[in-house]
């Protein structure tokens, strides 16, 4: 073979060799663009949802908040109303004590005058054994 053809193959191989590392080279920079251009919308993404999430992270906090609240306006008004009722009945105990001294001081004072006027209150009434009104029985 001349020497002519050899340079020639030769020169050819070396200019496809260039052109296909030209072509790699451009193949790298366009998929590499894209995967720059793919990083860029994945942070997008995660910026839009770590802001969603910020915002649901307080909202749920600010839900705990008010229903942390709420509990404690509702424990407050049942202590509240607990006390209230342990004073009512402490009132209640105590005018059942003042009747009961009552009571024993007028039968001191007339003896069995207390069993009358018992007597006399189930008469008014309709008798401690008998209906105070409403439907009779058939």
Do not use: C, F, Y
Not at 110 to 119: E, F, H, Y
Request: proline content about 2%; charged content about 35%.
């Amino acid at each position: 073979m001349d020497t002519w053809v050899i340079v020639l193959i030769v020169v050819v191989a070396v200019v496809l060799l260039a052109l296909l590392a030209l072509t790699m080279a451009k193949r790298n920079r366009i998929n590499g663009a894209k995967k720059r251009e793919q990083a860029r919308e994945h942070l997008q993404e995660a910026q839009l949802r770590g802001a969603q999430a910020e915002k649901e992270r307080a909202a749920a906090e600010e839900q705990a908040a008010r229903a942390r609240r709420e509990r404690a306006e509702v424990e407050e008004r049942t202590r509240l109303a607990e006390r209230e009722a342990q004073q009512r009945a402490a009132q209640a105990q105590e005018h059942a004590s003042a009747a009961d001294q009552l009571r024993a001081k007028a039968e001191k004072l007339a003896p069995g005058l207390a069993d009358q006027q018992g007597r006399h209150a189930d008469d008014r009434t309709g008798g401690p054994d008998q209906p105070t009104g409403g439907a009779t029985r058939r």
